[in-house]
C-alpha cells in the first residue's frame, strides 16, 4: 500500500544553520505530497504541498520539490530560526492523506 | 473567522466507560476526518465522512463509531474505552471529497488517557 518515509529525529540545529528533512514515498497513483509542522501544544497546520511532478512548494522559507524519479519530497530552509521548533509531517494524498511518522526539529540559539 | 473546535481538551476516564469526542467545524466543509496521534506512528486515521449520513472506516476503527447528522459535527465515540486507546487525537475537515490535492485543517486535539 501507500507509505510514507521520514527521517527519525530529532533535528538539532543552531539558528541560521541549513535544514534538510528527507522524506520519500510509496504510491501506485500520482499523489499529491504535502508538508504539515506541528507547533507545539497545537494542531497540525499546512506548511507547503506539491500536487505533481517537478513542482515546487513553498511557504515561510521553506521549500520541497516532488521528485517523481527518486520519490522523494525533502524539506529544505535555507537559515532556521528558533521559531521553527516543531514536528514536521511529510504527507501524502491520493483518497486519503498518508502521514509519516514526524520530524522533531529543535533550533537552539 | 472559521475554524475547526474539539472539545473536550483533556479527558481521563476509566476502562470499559463510553467517551463521546466532539469536533466541530464553521468552514462548511463536506469532508470531516478523525485521527489519532501515537509516538512513532505519526497520524493515523480512524473515521472519516464525506457528507451527511455518510461514514467511513480508516485504518484503526475498531472500538470507534463515528455518525453524521449535519454538516458541521462528526463525534467520536470509543464504545467501550481501552488502554490501548490513550492517544491524541485529532479531527479536520476539507473541502474536496477524494481529491488528492485537498488541503486538510485540523482542530488542535483532544488529550484522551485511559486508565
Known amino acids: 500500500g501507500d507509505s510514507v518515509t521520514q527521517m527519525e529525529g530529532p533535528v538539532t540545529l543552531s539558528e541560521e544553520a541549513f535544514l534538510t528533512i528527507n522524506c520519500t514515498y510509496t504510491?501506485?497513483?500520482?499523489?499529491?505530497l504535502f508538508w504539515y509542522v506541528q507547533y507545539p501544544g497545537e494542531g497540525l497546520q499546512l506548511l507547503l504541498k506539491?500536487?505533481?511532478?517537478?513542482d515546487k512548494g513553498s511557504n515561510k522559507g521553506f521549500e520541497a520539490t516532488y521528485r517523481k524519479e527518486t520519490t522523494s519530497f525533502h524539506l529544505e530552509k535555507g537559515s532556521v530560526q528558533v521559531s521553527d521548533s516543531a514536528v514536521y509531517f511529510c504527507?501524502?494524498?491520493?483518497?486519503?492523506?498518508?502521514f509519516g511518522t514526524g520530524t522533531r526539529l529543535q533550533v537552539f540559539p | 473567522d472559521a475554524e475547526i473546535t474539539q472539545s473536550p481538551r483533556h479527558k481521563i476516564t476509566e476502562t470499559g466507560r463510553q467517551v463521546t469526542l466532539a469536533c466541530h467545524q464553521t468552514?462548511?466543509?463536506?469532508?470531516m476526518f478523525w485521527y489519532r496521534q501515537d509516538l512513532g506512528h505519526g497520524l493515523r486515521l480512524i473515521h472519516y465522512?464525506?457528507?451527511?449520513?455518510?461514514?467511513n472506516k480508516g485504518e484503526v476503527s475498531d472500538g470507534y463509531s463515528v455518525s453524521r447528522s449535519n454538516t458541521e459535527d462528526l463525534p467520536l465515540t470509543l464504545e467501550s474505552a481501552a488502554s490501548s486507546q490513550t492517544s491524541v487525537y485529532f479531527c479536520?475537515?476539507?473541502?474536496?471529497?477524494?481529491?488528492?490535492?485537498?488541503?486538510?485543517?485540523f482542530g488542535p486535539g483532544t488529550r484522551l488517557t485511559v486508565l
Open positions: 504510491a501506485t497513483g500520482y499523489p499529491s
Open positions: 468552514w462548511n466543509h463536506n469532508n
Open positions: 479536520a475537515s476539507s473541502d474536496l471529497a477524494g481529491e488528492g490535492t485537498d488541503t486538510q485543517y
Open positions: 504527507a501524502l494524498n491520493t483518497d486519503k492523506l498518508i
Open positions: 506539491a500536487t505533481k511532478a517537478d
Open positions: 465522512s464525506y457528507g451527511v449520513q455518510d461514514t
